[in-house]
T-cell receptor, first 113, second 114 residues
Framework: NAGVTQTPKFQVLKTGQSMTLQCAQD?????MSWYRQDPGMGLRLIHYSVGAGITDQGEVPNGYNVSRSTTEDFPLRLLSAAPSQTSVYFC????????????FGDGTRLSIL | AQSVTQPDIHITVSEGASLELRCNYS??????LFWYVQSPGQGLQLLLKYFSGDTLVQGIKGFEAEFKRSQSSFNLRKPSVHWSDAAEYFCAVGAKTSYDKVIFGPGTSLSVIP
């Protein structure tokens, strides 16, 4: 049972480039979410999804896009990377009856030059 | 404003000593409270959660936390710390039906001296 899998683990981009961070879970969880972690700020919610075909914005959605075509996958797209998006990104999931993220991936460390 | 504060940025304890990590929250609705642990290079792991009922909750890895409504606190404790407990600890608060409203504190980094 793999849990929540994020790829890549590390990525360096140039300002203006776009890319997609992948997230997949094999637990049939309805809820999935993306957070960014910055020093001294804890985790901040970017986007979340309560099921396939349903997404919504979190606290810091600007510059990011998501889609949820299947229960398993929840990719995060950076449309035009900016240095302010340098961060560690975590994907999380929880079952329908959960009200908080329960399972986290190991993170993607992203640097924007 | 809704917020979570963890007054201690970094704590160092000796192996075998007791541990208490502080968490205070400001939340308009009835709070649901959580503690997570993050080992280096890994994602967060849910240690325990409080929804209602007994204000002393038990979690995994020998941790417990006590909810004190009058003090708006949810402190994490462990009677005897092990070297493997060295990690970052996050307190979080949320509401019953608002997945998007889970707010994380800034974290407390724990170092353990052998």
């Amino acid at each position: 049972n793999a849990g929540v899998t994020q790829t890549p683990k590390f990525q360096v981009l140039k300002t203006g480039q776009s890319m997609t961070l992948q997230c997949a879970q094999d637990m049939n969880h309805e809820y999935m979410s993306w957070y960014r972690q910055d020093p001294g700020m804890g985790l901040r919610l970017i986007h979340y999804s309560v099921g396939a075909g349903i997404t919504d914005q979190g606290e810091v959605p600007n510059g990011y896009n998501v889609s949820r075509s299947t229960t398993e996958d929840f990719p995060l797209r950076l449309l035009s990377a900016a240095p302010s998006q340098t961060s560690v990104y975590f994907c999380a999931s929880s079952p329908t009856q959960g009200n908080q993220p329960q399972h986290f991936g190991d993170g993607t460390r992203l640097s924007i030059l | 404003a809704q917020s979570v504060t963890q007054p201690d940025i970094h704590i160092t304890v000796s192996e075998g000593a007791s541990l208490e990590l502080r968490c205070n929250y400001s939340y308009g609705a009835t709070p649901y409270l959580f503690w997570y642990v993050q080992s280096p290079g890994q994602g967060l792991q849910l240690l325990l959660k409080y929804f209602s009922g007994d204000t002393l909750v038990q979690g995994i890895k020998g941790f417990e936390a006590e909810f004190k409504r009058s003090q708006s606190s949810f402190n994490l404790r462990k009677p005897s710390v092990h070297w493997s407990d060295a990690a970052e600890y996050f307190c979080a608060v949320g509401a019953k039906t608002s997945y998007d409203k889970v707010i994380f504190g800034p974290g407390t980094s724990l170092s353990v001296i052998p």
